[in-house]
């Protein structure tokens, strides 16, 4: 391995290499929020049936996790600075399994809200720390970072797409059980267990290749070689803060908007009577569509130094979030679930790529932590909204029509964000 190396600048490592490294560390994105945060969803309606839950109530169960990944985002930077992000993801991995398995041992709301907070404390951890590694790929692949980044979050697609075949599964072999529901959430611990294995195995690529440091102690810098050139250029806080005013209120309206859209298509289509496959089929098609989002909007990514993808990529999403709002035609709700796939990761990405366009290497931890508390602060709001909505005489139809109008409103106020270098 001594010549990747060692070798000159111009013996760039074959991108496959990049490839495998970027969906091995996808495999953090598909825990930390594909499985963690949206297998949820697919879980609402039977435990709001069985344990006889408000759709406000249920929504607070995701606000719980929000407020877990706030408190995730603002902890992960000092964890990372003290064991380094490698052991950070994976640590996180094993947490989400042990709170996963956790949320199918209660019955009770408070000790089910503590799950879900533990829950999104760690998923924050790994997402934040996942991104963190993905976006040190660029140091070997500067031409294809935008790919690379979407690799990574795409891998949110795949736990979406695992989680759309084994729950319904598990509920349906659980049915005759008591709370057979838990046996859903136990179902997907052992994937975040299997999840963690491949994790390991991706730290060992990654130390091959010099990118992920030790599993405990801190990481090397993401890019040594140019990092002090540009070190006084660097935004403080409060400067950054400023800077990036724009493209953080739009992505805490995204965070508002998203969720509540991921919280409860699935109680809507099932409150109008939908049928189980055609449900597995629209959240399996969402899935994919995570999946193959990386190369759609790539050159955006590549391209833009400034607010127009997450403006655009946020735009997008407010229609895919308003079609199952205003008609239950099946073409257009399908249209919708693969439309909202398509996006709503890349709008993730899309800040990540701001990022690394616009500050140092040494502050893209920064930069990304920050970018990760709005997004946080935004979910806080969405689901108990939206449930809140969701009870009165409008239903769950007016609750995504709120979800639309908050992205649409992050769109106009991220087309304002302007390149800062």
Same mark, same amino acid.
């Given at each position: 391995?001594?010549?990747?190396?060692?070798?000159?600048?111009?013996?760039?490592?074959?991108?496959?290499?990049?490839?495998?490294?970027?969906?091995?560390?996808?495999?953090?994105?598909?825990?930390?929020?594909?499985?963690?945060?949206?297998?949820?969803?697919?879980?609402?309606?039977?435990?709001?049936?069985?344990?006889?839950?408000?759709?406000?109530?249920?929504?607070?169960?995701?606000?719980?996790?929000?407020?877990?990944?706030?408190?995730?985002?603002?902890?992960?930077?000092?964890?990372?600075?003290?064991?380094?992000?490698?052991?950070?993801?994976?640590?996180?991995?094993?947490?989400?399994?042990?709170?996963?398995?956790?949320?199918?041992?209660?019955?009770?709301?408070?000790?089910?809200?503590?799950?879900?907070?533990?829950?999104?404390?760690?998923?924050?951890?790994?997402?934040?720390?996942?991104?963190?590694?993905?976006?040190?790929?660029?140091?070997?692949?500067?031409?294809?970072?935008?790919?690379?980044?979407?690799?990574?979050?795409?891998?949110?697609?795949?736990?979406?797409?695992?989680?759309?075949?084994?729950?319904?599964? #598990?509920?349906?072999?659980?049915?005759? =059980? $008591?709370?057979?529901?838990?046996? /859903?959430?136990? @179902? %997907? &611990?052992? +994937?975040?267990?299997?999840?963690?294995?491949?994790?390991?195995?991706?730290?060992?690529?990654?130390?091959?290749?010099?990118?992920?440091?030790?599993?405990?102690?801190?990481?090397?810098?993401?890019?040594?070689?140019?990092?002090?050139?540009?070190?006084?250029?660097?935004?403080?806080?409060?400067?950054?803060?400023?800077?990036?005013?724009?493209?953080?209120?739009?992505?805490?309206?995204?965070?508002?908007?998203?969720?509540?859209?991921?919280?409860?298509?699935?109680?809507?289509?099932?409150?109008?009577?939908?049928?189980?496959?055609?449900?597995?089929?629209?959240?399996?098609?969402?899935?994919?569509?995570?999946?193959?989002?990386?190369?759609?909007?790539?050159?955006? #990514?590549?391209?833009?130094?400034?607010? =127009? $993808?997450?403006?655009?990529?946020? /735009?997008?999403? @407010? %229609? &895919?979030? +308003?079609?199952?709002?205003?008609?239950?035609?099946?073409?257009?709700?399908?249209?919708?679930?693969?439309?909202?796939?398509?996006?709503?990761?890349?709008?993730?990405?899309?800040?990540?790529?701001?990022?690394?366009?616009?500050?140092?290497?040494?502050?893209?931890?920064?930069?990304?932590?920050?970018?990760?508390?709005?997004?946080?602060?935004?979910?806080?709001?969405?689901?108990?909204?939206?449930?809140?909505?969701?009870?009165?005489?409008?239903?769950?139809?007016?609750?995504?029509?709120?979800?639309?109008?908050?992205?649409?409103?992050?769109?106009?106020?991220?087309?304002?964000?302007?390149?800062?270098?």
């Amino acid at each position: 391995m001594s010549h990747d190396d060692s070798g000159s600048a111009s013996a760039a490592p074959p991108l496959h290499r990049g490839v495998w490294l970027a969906l091995g560390l996808s495999l953090g994105a598909a825990v930390s929020l594909g499985i963690t945060r949206f297998a949820y969803g697919l879980l609402l309606p039977p435990m709001r049936a069985d344990l006889g839950w408000s759709y406000l109530l249920a929504g607070a169960m995701n606000t719980a996790n929000a407020v877990g990944y706030l408190v995730g985002a603002l902890t992960v930077p000092g964890l990372m600075r003290r064991f380094g992000p490698v052991a950070v993801l994976i640590g996180g991995a094993l947490l989400a399994a042990l709170f996963m398995a956790g949320s199918g041992c209660f019955t009770a709301d408070a000790p089910l809200l503590v799950q879900r907070w533990l829950a999104g404390i760690v998923s924050a951890w790994m997402f934040v720390a996942g991104g963190l590694l993905a976006a040190r790929l660029s140091n070997g692949w500067p031409r294809h970072t935008g790919w690379l980044l979407g690799l990574y979050y795409g891998g949110v697609g795949s736990g979406i797409v695992v989680s759309a075949l084994a729950v319904p599964a #598990l509920l349906d072999w659980a049915a005759a =059980r $008591p709370h057979g529901w838990a046996w /859903a959430w136990w @179902g %997907l &611990a052992l +994937v975040c267990l299997l999840a963690a294995a491949g994790l390991v195995s991706t730290w060992r690529a990654l130390a091959a290749q010099g990118l992920g440091g030790t599993v405990t102690g801190r990481a090397p810098s993401v890019a040594p070689s140019s990092a002090p050139a540009m070190e006084s250029s660097a935004p403080g806080t409060a400067d950054l803060l400023r800077a990036f005013a724009p493209a953080l209120l739009g992505y805490a309206l995204f965070g508002v908007g998203y969720i509540g859209y991921m919280t409860f298509v699935i109680a809507l289509l099932r409150d109008r009577g939908t049928a189980a496959a055609d449900i597995t089929a629209f959240y399996a098609l969402l899935g994919v569509a995570v999946m193959a989002s990386s190369r759609l909007w790539a050159g955006w #990514l590549d391209r833009y130094r400034d607010g =127009r $993808p997450l403006a655009r990529l946020n /735009a997008l999403l @407010g %229609l &895919a979030t +308003v079609l199952p709002a205003l008609t239950p035609a099946w073409p257009l709700v399908l249209a919708s679930g693969v439309l909202f796939g398509a996006v709503f990761l890349s709008v993730v990405a899309s800040t990540t790529a701001l990022v690394r366009h616009n500050l140092p290497a040494s502050r893209w931890a920064a930069g990304i932590s920050a970018f990760t508390i709005v997004f946080a602060v935004g979910q806080i709001v969405g689901p108990t909204v939206v449930g809140w909505i969701g009870d009165g005489p409008g239903g769950l139809e007016r609750g995504l029509l709120f979800s639309a109008l908050a992205l649409w409103l992050g769109a106009l106020v991220a087309w304002r964000q302007r390149a800062l270098r």
